[in-house]
């Protein structure tokens, strides 16, 4: 009976009700240091989000416009892509020290595989005839590129840059966890280091809620594609 008792006391402490998470979130959420460290990591995601994402649909591009490039180089975009971020994060440091600047760029690295696979394969489904309407009126590359592939890959586009988010907050978040005193990711440690539970649950519910949010927004982004094909 008594290690009854004792276990149930140490499953309540491992794993808080509902309604002691709910009251730290109802705490976390009134606190403006929640903020600050959002403030944070949101920037350091969309840092990387810009960089990795403009890299990846130059490398897509390249990839999906010339078959032989995309023969010879693609394979290593899947064989890299699913390494473990947390290998490079030692390299990240050497180069770009510990500041923000690091979480950065593994952020950058991860979303750079999804969205330059996702938009090699949108240009080869391309129509064909779509490509030859710009060549015969001599569109330029840029031109090629601006008005005939990105419209036309949009929805690919939209999906590599959703699994792109994806890896970029997580990479960012456990670059956060090893070595930073700000960010979401230093939060949730914070929490971790003090025991507070409840309260590392509800800045996991804060993490959940807004990667869904900006899901559901790049999504929304997609649909006037999908209903142009209607």
Aim: overall charge positive; glycine content about 12%; charged content about 15%.
């Amino acid at each position: 009976m008594g290690g009854g008792v004792g276990l149930g006391l140490v499953l309540r402490d491992v794993v808080p009700s509902l309604r002691d998470v709910a009251a730290a979130l109802y705490r976390l959420v009134g606190d403006a240091e929640l903020y600050s460290h959002l403030g944070v990591t949101g920037g350091e995601v969309a840092s990387a989000l810009l960089i990795g994402g403009l890299a990846g649909i130059a490398v897509g591009l390249v990839l999906g416009m010339r078959p032989l490039l995309g023969r010879a180089y693609e394979p290593f975009l899947h064989y890299l892509g699913p390494t473990p971020r947390s290998c490079c994060f030692p390299v990240a440091i050497m180069w770009f020290g510990v500041g923000a600047s690091s979480k950065v760029a593994l952020g950058a690295l991860s979303c750079l595989f999804p969205i330059a696979l996702s938009t090699a394969v949108g240009v080869r489904q391309i129509d064909p005839v779509l490509i030859r309407v710009g060549t015969m009126f001599r569109a330029t590359p840029i031109q090629m590129i601006t008005r005939i592939y990105l419209p036309a890959i949009r929805a690919a586009l939209v999906t590599g840059i959703r699994l792109g988010l994806g890896v970029a907050v997580i990479s960012v978040l456990l670059a956060e966890t090893k070595l930073s005193n700000r960010g979401l990711g230093f939060l949730v440690m914070q929490r971790y280091a003090q025991f507070d539970i409840a309260g590392l649950y509800a800045v996991l519910c804060v993490i959940l809620i807004l990667s869904a949010l900006a899901n559901a927004l790049l999504e929304r982004l997609s649909e006037p594609s999908a209903q142009g094909h209607r």
